[in-house]
């Protein structure tokens, strides 16, 4: 078991790396992903924005893999608890029905390329939420004795906001 998590270490430093590459080449903001921006940041009532981040929009494979590489710690620690299988079932949950993410490794939001546009917006807001949660209140520990509570808010209010964004913005 060592060797497998020493393995998935390596496999996962090296996807990170790839993420943060794919990071790193200029992405230019279009102007939707702007106004999603600065409308997220009003609905927070945001005072003070940092920079915009990278956005990338990625196939499945890709999106899951930088999904597997930022959760890396989650992965190991249920693997502690629950054992390998059990781990695996509650990576395989997230993966499944994933369609964005905000990675705090590389401050990069990715969103599935092969969303309808409105949709692809709302995600974009949805991740836009946690990049603002990320800088304005810090990231969740594992270690907190109640980070699941926070993650679990942490995602009504992004739900919230990208339920919005549709009501307001995809009347078709």
């Not at 990278?54 to 930022?70: C, E, M, R």
């Not at 699941?148 to 913005?169: N, T």
Request: aromatic content about 12%; charged content about 20%; hydrophobic content about 40%.
């Amino acid at each position: 078991m060592q060797s497998a998590k020493r393995s998935l270490s390596s496999v996962c430093r090296v996807l990170m790396l790839a993420s943060c590459l794919i990071a790193w080449f200029g992405h230019v903001h279009a102007d939707e992903d702007t106004e999603v921006y600065k409308w997220v940041a009003d609905e927070m009532e945001i005072g003070s924005v940092p920079a915009m981040p990278y956005i990338h929009f990625v196939d499945k494979d890709s999106l899951q893999a930088v999904f597997k590489a930022s959760n890396l710690e989650s992965f190991i620690q249920w693997e502690a608890q629950y054992g390998e299988a059990q781990a695996q079932r509650i990576m395989n949950r997230y993966l499944q029905g994933m369609v964005g993410l905000f990675d705090t490794n590389s401050e990069t939001i990715f969103i599935y390329e092969y969303l309808p546009p409105c949709h692809r917006r709302a995600t974009l807001a949805h991740e836009l939420c946690h990049f603002f949660q990320y800088f304005t209140d810090g990231q969740i520990s594992l270690d907190q004795y109640d980070s699941d509570i926070l993650h679990l808010v942490r995602e009504m209010q992004a739900y919230k906001i990208e339920k919005k964004y549709m009501a307001e913005h995809c009347m078709d």
